[in-house]
């Protein structure tokens, strides 16, 4: 499939709608996820709570400014959940993975930045598809 300068430009546009609203979410996450590592939780357990947070917040951002969605609201939650919970499982793992290191494990910020940054793209591409049925 050939893009053209303007489907190029369409699609640099969305995924910068989509790295701003989930710059919002991100950004719930990762103060949740900070507040309860370092007072409540393990490093797993923390994700899970936090990544849900920010999942919602997420869905709801992505619905309203960044995806036009075709077919039903329920479905396309449903669908995003489903993905969402995809993300939050790599997310997950790549915490549980990283804080096997000394270094990971004493600097949680940095541990959760690149859980983050690894799942960004897993997460554009799939939830586009599951508002727009498209994947480019």
């Not at 790295?19 to 490093?43: C, E």
């Not at 990544?51 to 036009?68: A, E």
């Not at 990971?104 to 508002?131: D, P, W």
């Amino acid at each position: 499939m050939k893009l053209d300068g303007e489907k190029l430009r369409g699609l640099f546009r969305m995924k910068a709608k989509f790295a701003m609203t989930g710059a919002v979410a991100t950004t719930v996450d990762y103060v949740v996820y900070l507040v309860l590592v370092a007072r409540f939780f393990s490093p797993v357990v923390s994700n899970i709570i936090s990544y849900s947070c920010g999942m919602v917040i997420n869905f709801l951002l992505q619905k309203r400014f960044v995806f036009v969605l075709q077919g039903s609201p329920y479905r396309a939650f449903g669908l995003s959940l489903g993905v969402s919970l995809g993300g939050m499982a790599l997310s997950t793992g790549i915490i549980y993975g990283l804080t096997q290191l000394e270094f990971f494990s004493e600097h949680q910020y940095i541990t959760k930045l690149c859980a983050t940054g690894m799942v960004f793209f897993y997460n554009f591409y799939l939830k586009r598809y599951v508002f727009e049925r498209k994947f480019i």
